[in-house]
């Protein structure tokens, strides 16, 4: 019987109190030695042949009877008000069925209240303006042609240092700086830490906007029947849209259901609806058609949100034996023009290495440029980057192997809540990684002529424990076969293969015997698949409601085999008497018999240890070849080791870490929004100009699966990985090319340029160019 | 914890012991005193403007992109070999994607392996020859008539009683006799009660073929996705059709999903999935395109079942006081050529009157004729119009009222099981329909002229109890509106309005605040509707699983309120701490500060209680008008009183009663599946040439409500209306045309050439156009 217990939940670094319903008890965790056959193998995707053959149907695919074609007019300036809107050309192209802006929408709040779905205020290039459905998305996009706006260009911020100075033109009322200040944290004294310091290091660390440009654009389809709406879309909280859209239509809960069947990536870009989300639903609801809202790739580099563009001004005070004493940083994130929460850019300097006195200051502040979104480990990611930069120059400094250094300074327990981790093996990641990338090499690395190698490394710490909410029902079919019912999301992280070997696993049957039904609100809740929690919250809800069908199998079975559920064992889709092999039964055989009684379990996520952190961890290693006349770097090889817990399908999970590092190498190299200083305009605006990893520039990439099982996380024993593998990857590859070229880059990306402006600088102070060989 | 029971569970009179997994303890009924909100009320449907405005998705509106449209070619013989079948004419029409016949289909077993889906015999004119999928029906209605079949036609077998004769025509090589041999049942001694009659009655009763004609005519829509089938359907069961689709095809059940949100009628002929179903299925597969399969009004006038016609001979022996002593029945009904089941034409005589010695033989036989299906009530309609018929004439022939007669022969007990009735009613729907319909004027009824008023009755018997397997789940979203699912049918009773006001009174919210989720195969397990158990098998599953998140709701809610969660309550929407009205909070407010935290609960049919037997009761009195002159049957008026425990919505209750009793006056007066003799075609093809009541033809209709709960029946004290309503109707009316005129018609339906036979052999005998005025 379900009941009501008080518990702490843990979301984005904030700890609650909530009471929650829950439904019975959490089963004891599946541990390292347990013996499993599905769990842990590399199993291929259960829906590859979907989505390899085009049979799979994402947002994109949804055809139907009678659907229109919506297309959006969006704003040409960083900042403008309308001063009059005309649509009536457009209203008479013939197809048009509907044109919406802010002179005949309803009156919709939208980012916290700040503007609205049609504001008359536009604050950055790609603001929504005017929207329109047609009988085809050509005649759709004509029409956008034929409003005509008559704009007021307005004064615009575009630079996110320049929102903090005093006279800085105000993007709202209440200012520029979102939540109303900075992000403070403090811990220790850090100025008494720094007169400690026998070394200190600082240095100012940039990174650029980075776009998330999942392969399947934002878009949504949006059909009202009789007893609502039904809304496909591409999306990573079917819930969160639900509620979302429901709250702006004013329609109930119960009156709205979202389908997001299949998935092609969000990366964090995708965490709610989308004003096309409601601007479809509106459109559909002024036709009496079904309407498809499917934005460009135009849009997608404009209108979607990214990873935003941030400074940081970083200090770390070390005694001489390599000790850290303080660690300060202040920094600036670009929240863009409505931006609604602080960039968590202070996270690894917390929290990554132990310092008893640190201080963290960052400021996200309003502009009027794309607003930022969540991008894989947002904040720390960009904090990585600087906090393992300036850690490697310290080592660089007392000449102290930087590996050396972090082992030094590693810590075995959270220090800003001051209690244990669940499990942590960052020593093993370090020692792994070294050791697949002959870390020792890094004394002696050929550096031929023009090209010279280097090997730079950096770690990594996460979220990705998961926790509640998150429910599961898995129901046996009368020939055997069974159903596992979860409302989340499959993002293309292969989630919907994990799960069901998760559920084949409990239950003992084949793989293919079980079907995996995600991605309708009509299913149980599950949260978004963001934070890496997907596995680790709804996995457990999973393994549960698999192991309450299987008890009631198991009880079915016993009656059959006279003898006790407890003395039964499947395997297979087998059930045996343990130890007595000839008194089996098929489980088809069971669930034959019971005929259409069902047998159904449902589980829930049970809520996380008490009093102890879930994090992960993880080490990446790069080896480098910087041209030094060119300034071109070529990564040569990556070496990955994560602490990500039990890992349920190396296969997957070494894609998920290879996609991670190929991303970060992104934000290292190449990826970059350019803006126009003086417009505002974006100048990258598809794959022509925004430069993504091409398939020559992915290097050799080693994925180490360290499976080290935290039994105390939850009942698999499993943590995220969609995170971890992006953070470390930059940094690592900055500290190589640094140690190839004796020369170091603070700024994201390592453009030759910069790599080039930074030996020209280091060789005029009589450093850089030393290879591996002079390095200590 | 759910847990295994060992439990007898009935179903069409048989019962079996079976192991079941049940999810908890049924909560206490409803009794006659709850003080109830919703239930009870006239609520307007809740789908009402969904199904008035055309919104409503029925099978036959599905349309998915890429769709083509199928046909069926069908025997026009009664009885025939294909000797050779040419299909290429129609195979190379522009527009045809796909032509299936015996020569191509796979082999599947169909009519429970007496034939296959394509069989090279063929049994009755209608039997399926070949299938077309084409770009639109009418290409493929033109492909059909391209199709060159050889046909051997061979000698058929067209009566049912001939079927019987020794040297007939073997329908198949087992015989003629369906499950082998007549169905048997005997109480007592038959003969001895005879010996101590004082009076005996016998007569032979006929009654004929009549088709469903469901508005909605049989249809499938069945597409192939990346992971499986799923298939739309006009169904009065979803999982029926899941699992016989799965097992015709090979496919594991967990890859077959069924859908029918809305449905228009199937009064049993939709209990199954038809061979339309499977050809969509493999058309759809043959061709990679959705298929959709809908039938004709025509093809639904031959090949998809009919109540069978039926041949009685009754024989009522009784005491001078008109106690019963021996019912003898023997009859034959006609199976058609494929029915699997015998009628069950000996329920009323075995069960509707208290008699110590009872015997029926009944033969249900194969002919060449359209296969018999399920049809409201199956055999008790025709069974009661024999016995209510006869003891009407013995009535008659006692010198006795007709009504008095019966209350005489009431029983309080199941004499067929030996045991208690939960609860019988019937004495008081006599009491009741005889004051409305103003009984006592029988004896004086006005004749005038050529027209005669007569005044009839008829009782009736039926299941309606339900029971085990069936599921609910009950979501509590952060709005406070709840979602109601459960994989049952709405077939146009309403279903989904009397399940969603058992929702909303248990868990105190308005209707509107309240969707119900049905006819899909992800949601959990309901059984077929039909047999009038659709209300007491799911809605106790519903109540129970509202109540459980009631109770969560309240646990939170006491935490709020500070109060026990047993001292609050919840009306309209809000949550008030009993006698303190002021310490109230809104049910969204409870719901909202969960978050994501889902309160769901969850419910499942307990078992019936043991050793007590659950029916339905009623009596249905008609004031006919009979034109001695034409012989024409002008009905004017009908009461009915049902016996059917508790009614959820009176308005509803209402439609089912009088939708049954026009049904019924279909059948009295007017349906008739007309077969040529000579060929077994059928001559009746559409409305124009099969009479169902006209607007005209239907007479005043007084439903009277006798809500008698019955609590011991389940949680609700209610059972089902769908079926009694059309038992006794054709009995009522044929002994008020008899009453009228003093002659008694005993050959469904009353047309007016066998009145007026029948009123000249009543002239001839003496007897005859006695008014009400010189009955008893």
Partial sequence: MPRLVRTKIEFEGRIEERDIVIEGDDIPAWGADASLELVGRPVPRVDGRERAGGTATYTHDVVLPGMLHGAILRCPHAHARIRAIDTSRAESLPGVRAVLSGANAPTIKWYQGRSFLFDSDLRFPGDEVAAVAADSAAVAGEALNLIEVDYEVLPALLDPEEALKPGAIQVFPTGNLIEGGPDLYARGNVEAGFAQADVVVEGTFRTQGVVHHSLETHGSVAAWGGDGLTIWDSTQHIFGVRRQVAQCLGVPLDRVRVISHFMGGGFGSKNRAG???????????????????VLSRHEESVATGLRPASVQRLR????????LVAIDLWGVSNGGAYRDMRTPLGGPAKELFRCPNVRTEVYTVYTHTGTAAAFRAPGFTEGTFALESLLDALAEKL??????????????????????????HLLECYRAGAAAMGWERRKSLPGTGTRRRGLGMASQIWGGGGGPPAYARVRLNADGTAEVVAGTQDIGTGARTALAQIAAEALGLPLDRVTFHLGDTEYPYAPLSAGSQTIASVGPAVRMAATEARHHLLEVAGTMLEALPEDLTITNGRIHVRGVPERSVAVAEVTGKLNNFTIEGRGFRAPNPDGATIRTFGAQFAEVEVDVETGEVRVLRVVAVHDVGRIINPQQYASQIQGGIIQGLGLALLEDQVVDPETGAVLTLGFDTYALPKMEQIPAIDVLTLDAV???????????????????????????????????????????????????????????????????
Avoid: C, F, M, W
Wanted: no cysteine; net charge positive.
């Fill in 710 to 776: 935290d039994a105390a996380a939850n009942n698999l024993g499993a943590k995220g990985a969609g995170e971890p593998p992006i953070i470390p990857t930059a940094a690592a590859i900055a500290n190589a090319v640094s140690h190839a070229v004796g020369a170091r880059v603070t700024a994201l990306p390592l453009t030759p340029p910069r790599v080039l402006a930074a030996l020209g600088e280091a060789r005029s102070s009589g450093r850089g160019l030393g290879s591996g060989a002079g390095a200590p």
């Fill in 275 to 293: 004003k096309y989300t409601v601007i479809a639903a509106l459109l559909a609801r002024a036709t009496g058609r079904p309407v498809r809202v």
């Fill in 316 to 323: 770390i005070g070390a005694r001489r034996d390599g000790t």
């Fill in 399 to 424: 000449n102290v192997d930087p590996l050396e250094l972090r082992v030094r300074n590693h810590v075995g327990h959270d220090q800003v809540l001051n209690r244990q981790y669940t499990a942590k």
